[in-house]
Nanobody, 125 residues
Framework: QVQLVESGGGLVQPGGSLGLSCAAS????????MAWYRQAPGEQRGLVAT???????NYADSVKGRFTISRDNAKNTVYLLMNSLKPEDTAVYYC???????????????????WGQGTQVTVSS
Protein backbone atom coordinates (compact mmCIF):
# COMPACT_ATOMS: atom_id res chain seq x y z
CA GLN A 1 0.00 0.00 0.00
CA VAL A 2 1.45 3.34 -1.09
CA GLN A 3 0.81 6.44 0.95
CA LEU A 4 1.91 10.07 1.11
CA VAL A 5 2.66 11.62 4.48
CA GLU A 6 2.85 15.41 4.76
CA SER A 7 4.47 17.51 7.43
CA GLY A 8 5.35 21.12 8.13
CA GLY A 9 2.06 23.00 8.29
CA GLY A 10 1.24 25.50 10.98
CA LEU A 11 0.57 29.12 11.86
CA VAL A 12 2.72 31.88 10.40
CA GLN A 13 2.46 35.66 10.30
CA PRO A 14 1.91 37.54 7.02
CA GLY A 15 5.21 37.97 5.21
CA GLY A 16 6.66 34.92 6.88
CA SER A 17 7.92 31.63 5.47
CA LEU A 18 6.97 28.02 5.91
CA GLY A 19 8.14 24.75 4.44
CA LEU A 20 6.11 21.65 3.70
CA SER A 21 7.36 18.16 2.92
CA CYS A 22 5.65 15.04 1.64
CA ALA A 23 7.20 11.59 1.63
CA ALA A 24 5.89 8.67 -0.39
CA SER A 25 6.21 5.28 1.25
CA UNK A 26 5.32 1.71 0.40
CA UNK A 27 6.22 -0.50 -2.52
CA UNK A 28 6.98 2.03 -5.25
CA UNK A 29 8.51 1.33 -8.65
CA UNK A 30 8.71 4.92 -9.88
CA UNK A 31 7.14 8.33 -9.35
CA UNK A 32 6.09 10.56 -12.24
CA UNK A 33 4.65 13.99 -11.44
CA MET A 34 4.35 15.28 -7.89
CA ALA A 35 2.31 18.29 -6.91
CA TRP A 36 0.86 20.44 -4.17
CA TYR A 37 -2.77 21.49 -4.11
CA ARG A 38 -4.67 23.58 -1.60
CA GLN A 39 -8.24 24.03 -0.50
CA ALA A 40 -9.54 27.00 1.46
CA PRO A 41 -12.86 26.86 3.33
CA GLY A 42 -15.77 27.06 0.92
CA GLU A 43 -13.55 26.76 -2.13
CA GLN A 44 -12.59 23.97 -4.50
CA ARG A 45 -9.21 22.31 -4.31
CA GLY A 46 -6.79 24.05 -6.66
CA LEU A 47 -3.33 23.42 -8.02
CA VAL A 48 -0.43 25.23 -6.35
CA ALA A 49 2.63 23.76 -8.06
CA THR A 50 3.80 20.69 -9.95
CA UNK A 51 7.17 19.08 -10.57
CA UNK A 52 8.03 16.35 -13.04
CA UNK A 53 10.42 13.48 -12.50
CA UNK A 54 12.98 15.57 -14.35
CA UNK A 55 12.32 18.53 -12.01
CA UNK A 56 10.49 20.75 -14.47
CA UNK A 57 8.15 22.97 -12.49
CA ASN A 58 4.90 24.83 -12.96
CA TYR A 59 3.15 27.24 -10.60
CA ALA A 60 -0.23 28.83 -10.13
CA ASP A 61 -0.08 32.53 -10.96
CA SER A 62 -1.03 33.42 -7.39
CA VAL A 63 2.15 31.85 -5.96
CA LYS A 64 4.73 32.51 -8.70
CA GLY A 65 7.83 34.14 -7.32
CA ARG A 66 6.88 33.30 -3.73
CA PHE A 67 6.66 29.49 -3.62
CA THR A 68 9.26 26.94 -4.70
CA ILE A 69 8.56 23.27 -5.31
CA SER A 70 11.40 20.74 -5.31
CA ARG A 71 11.88 17.01 -4.95
CA ASP A 72 14.40 14.45 -3.81
CA ASN A 73 13.92 11.39 -5.99
CA ALA A 74 16.18 9.24 -3.81
CA LYS A 75 13.89 9.92 -0.84
CA ASN A 76 10.61 9.90 -2.81
CA THR A 77 9.92 13.28 -1.24
CA VAL A 78 8.51 16.56 -2.54
CA TYR A 79 8.90 19.91 -0.82
CA LEU A 80 7.14 23.26 -0.94
CA LEU A 81 8.94 26.35 0.34
CA MET A 82 6.52 29.21 0.84
CA ASN A 83 7.83 32.76 1.23
CA SER A 84 6.09 36.11 1.59
CA LEU A 85 2.98 34.38 2.82
CA LYS A 86 -0.34 36.19 2.66
CA PRO A 87 -3.59 35.60 4.55
CA GLU A 88 -5.13 34.36 1.30
CA ASP A 89 -2.62 31.48 1.30
CA THR A 90 -4.48 30.04 4.27
CA ALA A 91 -5.73 26.60 3.30
CA VAL A 92 -5.30 22.88 3.75
CA TYR A 93 -2.38 21.85 1.55
CA TYR A 94 -2.46 18.43 -0.10
CA CYS A 95 0.38 16.50 -1.63
CA UNK A 96 -0.28 14.50 -4.80
CA UNK A 97 1.77 11.95 -6.71
CA UNK A 98 1.25 9.97 -9.89
CA UNK A 99 3.25 6.81 -9.54
CA UNK A 100 3.75 3.18 -10.47
CA UNK A 101 3.49 0.82 -7.51
CA UNK A 102 5.87 -2.13 -7.59
CA UNK A 103 4.25 -5.40 -8.57
CA UNK A 104 4.88 -8.84 -7.03
CA UNK A 105 7.43 -9.66 -9.73
CA UNK A 106 9.32 -6.42 -9.08
CA UNK A 107 8.06 -4.63 -12.16
CA UNK A 108 5.72 -1.63 -12.41
CA UNK A 109 2.00 -1.82 -11.83
CA UNK A 110 -0.30 0.65 -13.66
CA UNK A 111 -0.12 4.30 -12.72
CA UNK A 112 -2.16 5.41 -9.73
CA UNK A 113 -3.02 8.85 -8.37
CA UNK A 114 -2.26 9.14 -4.65
CA TRP A 115 -3.17 11.95 -2.21
CA GLY A 116 -1.80 12.90 1.17
CA GLN A 117 -4.00 13.54 4.17
CA GLY A 118 -3.55 17.31 4.05
CA THR A 119 -1.82 19.78 6.35
CA GLN A 120 -3.23 23.08 7.58
CA VAL A 121 -1.42 26.31 6.77
CA THR A 122 -2.75 29.42 8.48
CA VAL A 123 -1.39 32.89 7.71
CA SER A 124 -2.54 35.35 10.32
CA SER A 125 -1.25 38.01 12.67
Amino acid sequence: QVQLVESGGGLVQPGGSLGLSCAASGSIFSIDNMAWYRQAPGEQRGLVATITSGSSTNYADSVKGRFTISRDNAKNTVYLLMNSLKPEDTAVYYCNAILNPRGPNGGPRPLVNVWGQGTQVTVSS
